[in-house]
């Protein structure tokens, strides 16, 4: 049998709108939950082989998630898992040696899902950053992420996948807002840095910063501020500063541009 489980999840709302006079001091830190898949295509552990291939053919998917009556996650089901057997259906194709059962007289091929199946799963929380999830794609090289809850029994319920085009939503952010936020940050998060020393511009999530200040140290602090924002495409570096005045050699006339 194939299920189709539409799980739901909450999303927060921006923290500033949740508490207003607030909003200043606030970043968007994008989570998991406010951008995963919820619409979740699944199959049981006693679905064949020939289903779970029509299933990933009709629903345009690499992989479904093996869950048991309970809609608790036990493994995965990729299309690589079933090529393995693909491979195997061709008439000129020389007969494998040692796989015949003895007292069976047939082939051992995996024809089921929990046969078939990928377990353990790597997994992310609904709870984590959006950042901590591209990093965990790309440290195990996988092309998306089981969204789990801790059920109580030691075992984890499935409401959601994340998929990388679902990280990009991130980068879908108004120019305006960006800067808005970028510009808040510079007056609450920097205490040393005069943000009306600080020019800056968005323009497709591209940020070009200007302006000069006083020290090298501030100057770094603003452009390694504005790097770690999320939806920050690039960092056009144009802030100028003089060079420290402990500096071996330093004058208050030299000028260094931040790099």
């Given at each position: 049998m194939i299920d189709r489980v539409t799980a739901t999840a909450t999303t927060d709302l921006d923290e500033a709108e949740s508490h207003p006079g607030q909003?200043?001091?606030?970043?968007?830190?994008t989570l998991v939950r406010d951008v995963m898949t919820t619409a979740i295509v699944s199959v049981r552990p006693d679905t064949c082989f020939d289903e779970i291939a029509r299933t990933l053919r009709g629903n345009y998917v690499r992989a479904v998630p093996v869950l048991d009556a309970q809609g608790e996650l036990l493994g995965v089901v990729s299309s690589a898992d079933l090529m393995n057997i693909t491979g195997l259906g061709d008439p000129?194709?020389?007969?494998?040696?040692?796989?015949?059962?003895?007292?069976?007289?047939?082939w051992e091929r995996?024809?089921?899902?929990?046969?078939?199946?990928?377990?353990?799963?790597?997994?992310?929380?609904?709870?984590?950053?959006?950042?901590?999830?591209?990093?965990?794609?790309?440290?195990?090289?996988?092309?998306?992420?089981?969204?789990?809850e801790p059920t109580g029994r030691g075992a984890h319920r499935l409401v959601g996948v994340l998929g990388r085009s679902d990280?990009?939503?991130?980068f879908l952010r108004d120019d305006a807002e960006l800067r808005g936020e970028i510009v808040r940050g510079l007056s609450t998060r920097l205490a040393l840095v005069d943000p009306a020393k600080v020019e800056v511009q968005?323009?497709?999530?591209?940020?070009?910063?200007?302006g000069h200040l006083p020290t090298l140290a501030e100057a770094r602090s603003v452009t390694e501020f504005v790097e770690r924002l999320e939806g920050v495409v690039k960092v056009i570096h144009g802030l100028t500063h003089e060079v420290d005045r402990g500096a071996a050699g330093a004058t208050a006339e030299d000028v260094r541009v931040v790099s």
């Amino acid at each position: 049998m194939i299920d189709r489980v539409t799980a739901t999840a909450t999303t927060d709302l921006d923290e500033a709108e949740s508490h207003p006079g607030q909003g200043s001091a606030q970043l968007r830190r994008t989570l998991v939950r406010d951008v995963m898949t919820t619409a979740i295509v699944s199959v049981r552990p006693d679905t064949c082989f020939d289903e779970i291939a029509r299933t990933l053919r009709g629903n345009y998917v690499r992989a479904v998630p093996v869950l048991d009556a309970q809609g608790e996650l036990l493994g995965v089901v990729s299309s690589a898992d079933l090529m393995n057997i693909t491979g195997l259906g061709d008439p000129e194709r020389p007969t494998p040696q040692g796989r015949w059962h003895r007292g069976g007289g047939s082939w051992e091929r995996p024809n089921v899902a929990r046969a078939l199946m990928t377990s353990p799963v790597t997994t992310v929380s609904p709870n984590a950053s959006v950042a901590e999830a591209a990093r965990a794609l790309h440290d195990h090289k996988l092309g998306w992420l089981a969204v789990v809850e801790p059920t109580g029994r030691g075992a984890h319920r499935l409401v959601g996948v994340l998929g990388r085009s679902d990280l990009l939503a991130v980068f879908l952010r108004d120019d305006a807002e960006l800067r808005g936020e970028i510009v808040r940050g510079l007056s609450t998060r920097l205490a040393l840095v005069d943000p009306a020393k600080v020019e800056v511009q968005v323009s497709h999530g591209v940020v070009t910063l200007a302006g000069h200040l006083p020290t090298l140290a501030e100057a770094r602090s603003v452009t390694e501020f504005v790097e770690r924002l999320e939806g920050v495409v690039k960092v056009i570096h144009g802030l100028t500063h003089e060079v420290d005045r402990g500096a071996a050699g330093a004058t208050a006339e030299d000028v260094r541009v931040v790099s």
